[in-house]
């Protein structure tokens, strides 16, 4: 019923958000008198402003077409170098461009798309040969297709890395991951390094990631834990309705996810769209796009399934299994004891109120049989969880520090 609600709701918005709009547009035409005095800009604004908020979303593009390389401009070419069912290997290749590292970016499975790490990619394309993880919206993914849990996640992890080849004298992959997926890539890398797999990663950079969530404990880390595990299973999953591909399917719909995160950030989120209304009222378009594009993508959610948000619960926040040596993959323990040659860079941000810190630095001190001089430890200054990954400070303060760490080891 919870699914069957939203849907609902979300076509009652639809409709509002389309008439909202044309509102705007009325109140906006330069024939309109009232576009030009009176309640006219401050009502358009309004409209504006509501249209955007409840306009549905799906999947959006990353729109990656050209970067610039040694001061020309090169061509970029998405391919989908891998297909699975719930997830697929992106390639963003450079046309005619064939030096550079090649570097997957493991994209969390946590409510958003891959597209949340545009500007991650854009950064990282002038210096490397970027693959990154697309995974699907699990309403989309027909039940007979089966489960996809935490277990499925490293072995879609391990494919990925061998369909893009072998660590041997031309080169070997490096892998980055960004929040989430840095327990599964660290397992990856237990798992892959005990068996001296031809394709284990170089390096594995790790970027706010909850490692072990017992330090500095967050919001996101009280509420996996407050409540036992049942809860989670009674109260958050949904199953979903008949309109979709997955239908019947036991999910952990995006959209609760989303409320979430709003919710941890009331204030902020009240004070941007006020920012954005007011420049509207202004006339400044271009600072209202900024808003606009951010929101654009931060409101397109997709559902994950029921089974690896509740195996990540129990797994990374309850047990924390990972920390204390307890995770078996599939009957197998994931020793990070077995780490000895790979390289390990663990970011933080110091302002991040999702993975707190020393969360993601503890698998620097797990990894107690790799050398010193293979694990590095950074804390971006005035970062938050968001700007690890985008923005200014990771394009001029933490980008640099990851392309200096896969030179050194690569």
Not at 186 to 198: F, G, I, R, S, T
Not at 340 to 361: C, F, K, N, P, V
Request: a negative charge; one cysteine or more; aromatic letters at 10%.
């Amino acid at each position: 019923m919870l699914y069957d609600a939203y849907e609902v709701q979300k076509s009652m918005f639809a409709g509002a958000s389309a008439m909202a709009n044309f509102g705007a547009g009325v109140l906006q035409n330069p024939s309109n008198p009232f576009a030009y005095f009176g309640g006219g800009p401050i009502l358009a604004s309004a409209l504006e402003v509501f249209a955007h908020a409840a306009a549905p979303r799906g999947k959006p593009e990353f729109g990656l077409d050209h970067t610039i390389i040694d001061g020309r401009e090169v061509a970029v070419v998405e391919q989908v170098a891998l297909r699975l069912p719930f997830g697929q290997l992106k390639r963003f290749a450079r046309q005619g461009v064939e030096h550079g590292p090649k570097l997957l970016i493991v994209a969390p499975m946590s409510g958003h798309y891959a597209t949340l790490l545009r500007g991650t990619v854009e950064r990282m394309l002038p210096f490397a040969d970027v693959y990154i993880t697309d995974w699907r919206d699990a309403k989309l993914v027909p039940a007979a297709d089966g489960k996809f849990d935490l277990d499925d996640y490293i072995d879609y992890l391990i494919a990925f890395l061998e369909h893009i080849g072998p660590n041997d004298g031309a080169g070997g992959t490096h892998m980055l991951a960004v929040c989430q997926p840095s327990v599964p890539c660290y397992a990856v890398a237990c798992l892959m390094e005990a068996d001296k797999h031809p394709c284990r990663p170089r390096t594995l950079t790790m970027m706010g990631g909850p490692i072990d969530t017992r330090e500095a404990p967050t919001a996101v880390n009280t509420l996996a834990t407050k409540r036992p595990h049942a809860w989670f299973e009674q109260n958050v999953i949904a199953t979903v309705p008949m309109t979709y591909p997955g239908a019947g399917r036991k999910v952990y719909p995006g959209f609760l996810q989303l409320a979430g995160f709003m919710s941890m950030n009331l204030g902020s989120h009240m004070i941007s769209h006020w920012e954005m209304f007011k420049h509207l009222v202004q006339g400044d378009g271009e600072s209202a796009d900024a808003t606009k594009d951010f929101y654009e993508e931060y409101r397109s959610v997709c559902d994950m399934t029921a089974e690896f948000y509740l195996q990540t619960i129990d797994v990374v926040f309850q047990r924390h299994a990972i920390a204390n040596g307890s995770y078996m993959h599939r009957g197998r323990l994931v020793d990070p004891g077995a780490i000895t040659d790979m390289a390990l860079l663990a970011i933080e941000g110091e302002r991040d109120d999702i993975s707190g810190l020393g969360q993601t630095r503890a698998a620097l001190t797990l990894a107690a049989n790799l050398p010193e001089a293979k694990k590095r430890y950074y804390m971006a200054e005035g970062a938050g969880h968001y700007g690890i990954f985008n923005g200014s400070k990771w394009r001029t303060k933490i980008a640099p520090v990851v392309e200096e760490w896969i030179t050194a080891h690569g």
